[in-house]
């Protein structure tokens, strides 16, 4: 997955329009009870009660990254570095998103390097930024486009590279039900793909010193 970032559009909520307006919470919490039914169980049962309420809240929070924008949280650039040009490494943000093809889980964590140019962001910023695209509906492969997309956006960085690496639900729990196995996925910008001894340093930084 080294290919580079040719243009960046982020994904973002479908804004309701007249003819596909956003569903109501009621109308919501009522396709859960006709999942609930479909799975076979009773939703009038004490135990099922709350379980719409519930679930739409729960997607409320999973899914808040279609209201958020990350280059809002990259918007404060710090251009006093002391001098400081050389790499920058955030790794091991543990993150949680939805596979857009079955919907459920896949767990892991994200490793994100840059060359300063024109400044730096917060370290913060970038977990937050993680987290913005992984609580929506995804596929690894894209998420980790749109991580490395956004970052060269709004830093505009002599290069970034992400690695993400993350255990699929809809592998482990369904399907072939292989636990354990992990999905890799890279991308690499500037510096970073046009000099392999760049990335062997990254992979470094973030294997080699744990």
Known sequence: MDAVVKSFSPRTALKPSESAPRPTREEAEAAVRTLIRWAGDD????????????????????????????????????????????????????????????????????????????????LSKLARVVDVFARRLQTQETMTAEIVGAIDEALKPRGVAVIIEAEHMCMSMRGVQKQGARTVTTQFTGVFRDDPAEQARFLTMVRGLR
């Not at 990350?70 to 949680?96: C, L, N, T, W």
Request: net charge negative; aromatic share 12%.
């Open 43 to 122: 939703p009038a049962r004490e135990g099922l009660l709350d379980t719409p309420k519930r679930v739409v809240k729960a997607y409320e929070e999973l899914f808040r990254g279609y209201r958020e924008d990350a280059q809002d949280i990259m918007s404060k650039v710090f251009e006093e570095v002391g001098g400081y040009d050389d790499m920058v490494v955030v790794r091991d943000i543990p993150f949680h998103s939805h596979c857009e093809h079955h919907m459920v889980p896949f767990v892991g964590a994200a490793h994100i390097g840059y060359y300063p140019s024109e400044g730096v962001v917060g």
